[in-house]
């Protein structure tokens, strides 16, 4: 009998690991090519628009931003330990904070 392609396992598909596949299959139920064809998303982010910093609120979770980072840096140790850098467009200058406990080390 023939293995039907779209019951293979998502580990098969390239950029498509162990870890990733566990983290599909435990969030989004997703095991086979079948079920990431069949997987419509609940909602759409529009991610077309670049927004200037001078027009951001508070109200807005998912923005894209383009400018020019001039400095960056880690600071803090152990689980405090964050990357802040400093961006700036056309009309102000933002400092971008994140964690790196996730990211890991940029060295």
């Not at 293979?8 to 598909?13: A, E, H, I, R, S």
């Not at 870890?19 to 064809?37: E, F, P, V, W």
């Not at 383009?66 to 990357?83: A, D, V």
């Amino acid at each position: 009998m023939a293995h039907n392609i779209l019951d293979t396992d998502l580990t098969y598909l390239s950029g498509v690991g162990e870890k990733r596949a566990a983290t599909l299959a435990k969030d989004l139920g997703l095991r086979s090519y079948r079920d990431l064809l069949l997987h419509y998303p609940y909602k759409y982010i529009d991610r077309s628009r670049i927004y200037r910093i001078s027009e951001l609120t508070k109200d807005m979770p998912y923005i894209q931003l383009q400018g020019i980072i001039h400095s960056f840096e880690e600071l803090g140790t152990g689980r405090k330990k964050r990357l802040v850098a400093t961006l700036q467009d056309a009309s102000y200058i933002l400092s971008l904070v994140s964690l790196l406990s996730s990211m890991g080390s940029l060295r």
